[in-house]
């Protein structure tokens, strides 16, 4: 049904094609209702054998044909000696590759194949691993043939470095592979694993590769050749993206560890906020929860009932358990699912207490390469924009840039790259949404380091045109937040695990055009995140179209019972 | 519109072995359209009755071998007559159940093809008839991730190359599990918007040619991760109206091609997600009219 030119016929044409039409379906209809009668019958022949043939050749689709040959072929096996067996199994495979060569791309021939090459007494992967080297020299794309590929490699062991040097000799004759890319990635931390300990290193292939350690990282030094491959590749064609989206795989990081990263008690309202590196259900992940020694029993209820997973998680104390200031506490949150844990003390007179890494610890925001490598991505940087000078609108150059300026120095390259958002916007105006909203995740990221960086618990990024708001999970300590002259047409339910906010100023519906058929009632339900800050006192609302609204200000109160310091 | 659909029931003798989905292609385009009064719903439904097997599992015809995928037609077919109590909903539960391997994914039938289109016919099954709890989810969804690429996308098993209707049922799968979070809806969210091409239709894997079945299921799965905004919907708009046929009304792949069921569904559920108001609300996930979800209470989960 793909790719069928509508053609304009005359009447005469239309009735000789449907005469011929209705010639074939007769045919086809005979041999269908033949096989279908004999197999309903128990009939497991060679004429059987023929008729499915017969179909197949043509309708290779046509799914219970398979099935009825395979059921054939199983009785086969049990009356004939092994020889024979043999011979009938490589006739269907010569059958088979006929059926391939008139339609390269058909699920059920493919299956097949896998099926009888397995069952198949003497197996000859060689014959099937050049059957697919055939395959893949006439389309280099075709997924159907590269996943069966990985099956014969898979069944016959063949070396993971036979595959990789496979995938050199495709991207050397044509980089514009995206396939062969990939396969890279699937191959390349099954033969060059980061060692675990020391993350410079090259470890060893581990002895059994299971397809999940593909998520493992590239080892450095090889990391370093492969830049040399992709960079050879797209400045042959700086516009293939194939290599482009490989090449921000290689710059990108492994994942995080899993871990709490953040405990935050609060005496007066007796409770605790558990943040951790990725979202979870606290519910099912085995949380315990030690005060002073004693294991508590206590409900941990995600920030907003939205999220079953989340990746900060609240629960009350008892009352009267840590409400006297003259009382010492030690707390203790074991993850016992991931055998991970964090302490945090709360001292005599201090009302909160937290117990975190920051996102400058754990440089959440960098690339993963190692420090003493800023060198390589220097010069990695520095080849790039040499491709800019030559192609100064050439959108995948563009953005590498800026990738790999934040993966230096994300705070002093933040004017260039917004420089550089900006032409990306104007070149592939397509996609300016994307740029918008990853742009303003950077904007976000930076202003998160800066406020670390002066250690202060006010989170203010206002007049970025930001279109989106992220990583709130890392605002869980803000206390003031200020967002006014942005362009968020609407606070994300992440919102509410800002747990400490006081106080929050900000126009959000900034000169856009709010798109709802009621927008009085469900700007107002857009504010509903706000009502699980806990802590919110003061919210100033001024510039936006929700202000406007009759009754804004009873309906806030009563949505927002804790804001005693509204301002519209 | 209604005449292509109804042409293409007649002429569907070549196309046997996937009629249950035909039927559900173009009943969800009449339902769609506000036009399902006008298909023979109890033949349709006698139909499915006698494609039901002994072991549960639906065929896609008479005579024809049950498959999971004809089995999820059937149920979404159901769904839009609200007639479930036609079929034997225990035994579509056991043969869905049935067929779920050790490592979690699930074969298509019992002649054991593995792919994750199947795990999430499994799921988008289940779900349907609220009947999730009977298969092991952990495990199924630990096989759909182990699917997961370089770029953030899925392909048919562990290690195979991403593909838009591959990622369309996996974050489908993912949203019918309660699992999107297991996602990197960023780094999909970029590969499913660098789809668009300049003539605003979307492919389904980088350097190959639009389609309006790749622009479905690239939009649908955008919908899902909550970044349909990431792409133009107007130019979209414009290549999927300009790959319906006047004659005909229905759409093809492309401009000028033939038209087909699977192509006009899949037209006129995009431009549903597109907004447009001629057409009732799709859902992204089942793609099912969103009333018909209502009425079985089934909210799969979006990303915001
Ligand atoms: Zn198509």
Redesign the pocket.
């Known amino acids: 049904?793909?790719g069928r030119v509508k053609v304009k016929t005359t009447a005469q044409q239309e009735e000789e094609k449907r005469k011929e039409r209705e010639k074939k379906l007769q045919i086809y209809v005979a041999a269908r209702d033949a096989c279908f009668t004999k197999r309903k019958d128990g009939v497991f022949d060679d004429e059987a054998l023929q008729l499915t043939q017969q179909l197949l050749s043509s309708n290779p689709d046509f799914a219970t044909l398979w099935n009825y040959r395979r059921e054939i072929l199983l009785h086969l096996e049990t009356v004939r000696n092994q020889d024979e067996v043999q011979k009938i199994y490589e006739a269907e495979l010569s059958f088979l590759e006929s059926c391939l060569k008139v339609n390269p791309k058909s699920y059920g021939s493919w299956h097949h194949r896998g099926w009888v090459s397995a069952r198949l007494p003497r197996p000859d992967w060689a014959r099937e691993l050049s059957l697919c080297d055939r395959c893949l020299s006439l389309d280099d794309r075709n997924f159907h043939c590269w996943d069966y590929r990985r099956m014969v490699v898979k069944m016959s062991g063949v070396p993971v470095k036979q595959e990789l040097d496979f995938t050199d000799r495709l991207i050397g004759s044509n980089f514009s592979n995206y396939s062969s890319w990939h396969y890279r990635s699937t191959l390349l931390p099954l033969l060059h694993p980061q060692a675990p300990d020391t993350p410079s290193q090259c470890g060893n292939p581990p002895p059994s590769a299971s397809p999940q350690t593909h998520f493992h990282r590239v080892c450095e030094e090889q990391l370093l050749k492969e830049y040399e491959l992709v960079q050879n590749a797209f400045f042959t064609d700086p516009n293939d993206q194939s290599a482009w989206f490989y090449y921000r795989w290689l710059l990108g990081r492994a994942e995080r560890d899993e871990m709490i990263s953040c405990v935050y008690v609060s005496r007066e309202e007796e409770r605790v906020a558990v943040a951790f590196s990725r979202p979870v259900n606290a519910q099912s992940v085995g949380l315990l929860l030690i005060l002073d020694g004693q294991p508590q029993r206590v409900e941990w209820q995600s920030v907003h009932p939205h999220f079953k997973n989340s990746p900060v998680w609240i629960c009350s104390l008892p009352p009267g358990t840590i409400s006297d200031v003259a009382n010492e506490h030690n707390l203790t949150v074991h993850w016992t699912e991931k055998h991970s844990h964090r302490d945090c003390a709360l001292y005599t007179g201090r009302s909160e207490s937290w117990c975190r890494d920051t996102a400058t610890d754990l440089e959440l925001f960098r690339s993963e390469l190692s420090v003493e490598k800023t060198s390589v991505l220097q010069s990695e940087l520095q080849s790039v924009r040499q491709l800019q000078e030559l192609e100064p609108l050439n959108k995948w150059c563009l953005l590498t840039i800026i990738l790999l300026m934040r993966a230096l120095d994300p705070l002093g390259y933040e004017k260039e790259t917004l420089a550089h958002f900006q032409t990306l916007k104007d070149v592939d105006s397509m996609r300016s949404a994307y740029y918008s909203d990853l742009c303003s995740k950077f904007m976000i990221e930076n202003t998160i380091l800066k406020m670390e960086y002066a250690e202060v618990r006010v989170f203010s990024i206002s007049d970025r045109k930001l279109t989106t708001l992220c990583h709130l999970d890392q605002l869980l300590l803000v206390t003031h937040i200020n967002l006014s002259s942005n362009q968020l047409q609407q606070l994300p339910p992440q919102f509410a695990m800002l747990q400490c906010l006081e106080v929050r100023i900000g126009t959000l519906f900034f000169l856009l055009f709010f798109i709802n058929l009621n927008s009085e009632i469900s700007t107002l339900a857009d504010l509903q995140p706000l009502a699980s800050c806990p802590k919110l006192k003061r919210l100033d609302l001024r510039g936006n179209p929700i202000t406007q609204t009759t009754n804004a200000e009873a309906e806030l109160a009563g949505l927002l019972p804790s804001v005693t310091d509204l301002l519209l | 519109l209604s005449k292509c659909v109804v042409t293409c029931f007649q002429e569907y003798t070549l196309s046997e072995y996937l009629r249950m989905s035909g039927i559900y292609w173009g009943l969800t385009v009449m339902d769609l359209m506000g036009q399902l009064q006008r298909m023979n719903r109890q033949e349709i439904i006698d139909f499915i009755k006698a494609c039901q097997h002994e072991c549960g599992g639906i065929s896609a015809s008479i005579g024809h071998d049950p498959h999971l995928l004809y089995t999820l037609s059937a149920v979404q077919i159901l769904c839009l007559y609200d007639s479930l109590d036609a079929i034997d909903v225990e035994k579509v539960v056991d043969y869905v159940k049935g067929l779920q391997q050790e490592d979690g994914s699930f074969a298509g039938d019992k002649w054991g093809e593995i792919d994750t289109r199947f795990s999430f016919c499994a799921v988008a099954t289940l779900a349907l008839l609220g009947k999730m709890d009977t298969i092991n989810v952990d495990k199924a969804v630990e096989f759909v991730l182990s699917c997961m690429n370089f770029d953030g996308g899925f392909g048919c098993r562990p290690g195979s190359e991403s593909h838009a209707g591959q990622i369309y049922c996996c974050t489908g799968f993912l949203s019918l599990t309660g699992q999107l979070h297991q996602l990197n809806a960023d780094l999909l969210g970029w590969w499913l918007c660098e789809r668009q091409l300049p003539s605003g239709g979307l492919n389904?894997r980088p350097e190959k040619l639009p389609?309006?079945?790749?622009s479905w299921w690239v939009l649908a799965s955008l919908k899902i991760i909550g970044r349909i905004h990431w792409i133009d919907k107007a130019k979209l708009r414009r290549f999927i109206l300009a790959c319906q046929d006047e004659e005909t009304g229905g759409f093809a792949?492309?401009p000028g091609d033939m038209v087909d069921p699977?192509?006009t569904l899949?037209g006129v559920a995009g431009l549903s997600l597109l907004g447009d108001e001629q057409i009732k609300a799709v859902n992204p996930v089942l793609c099912m009219p969103e009333d018909v979800l209502q009425r079985i209470g089934l909210q799969p989960d979006l990303l915001s």
Do not use: E, P
């Not at chain 2, 389609?211 to 790749?214: I, L």
């Open positions: 049904q793909h | 389904g389609d309006v079945c790749y792949d492309r699977f192509h899949f």
